[in-house]
């Protein structure tokens, strides 16, 4: 029985120091935890004495370059209103400068986009036709192309109002063909190919083409031939009893 009780002896004083210990263990676990807690989350460090000047913060200071910068200086020292009109008096002879340019350079696109002095001498031809006798014709050259001119004479006037329109291929009276019966202006190109008719010949008094034989009379409309058409009338006008302006 001795060395039982000698064992239970130790046992119990083993229990017994656990015991102390687990009590004890509270306490100081507690204690460790306020001083993780303050050293973590306070927002004041405990300093060393002396080491105040060396200290860095760990958060980033504003720097100059992040700071706004001042224009004070750079304002005008006049009232709102003359800068006001001074910028009006801008804008608006910026403007007249860009209308005047835009101005000239559409005028300088138009003139060279226009026809030339040669060309427009061509666009009309002034014909004196006191020189032209009766009976006879005249050929004048206008836009490149030939002009017959006819002073009829009271027959010929006759004998082309005595044919049957109706029977005609390109039907035409000669009155929507001329604005004065005695003169027949009209162009001496062939309506079939473009060849120039021989005047005073053919089948019916008038203008004959011998490249493929249409004979037009003396009005200038078809007769005869393969031609489609009457030779054409070109535009023209009378502002003088002897003068004739064509185009």
Known sequence: MAPLSTASRVLARSAARAAQQTSATPVNTTARLAAVTSSSFSTSVVRPEGSAATFKSPFRGASKTETAPDFGHYLSKNKGNSNALFGYFMVGALGAMSAAGAKSTIQEFLVNMSASADVLAMAKVEVDLSTIPEGKNVIIKWRGKPVFIRHRTEGEIAEANTVNVQSLRDPQSDD??????????????????????????????????????????????????????NLEIPAYEFPEDEKLVIG
């Open 176 to 229: 929507d063909r001329v604005q004065k019966p005695e003169w027949l202006v009209m162009l001496g190109v062939c309506t079939h190919l473009g060849c120039v008719p021989i005047g005073e010949a053919g089948d019916f008094g008038g203008w004959f083409c011998p490249c493929h034989g249409s004979h037009y009379d003396i009005s200038g409309r078809i007769r005869k031939g393969p031609a489609p058409l």
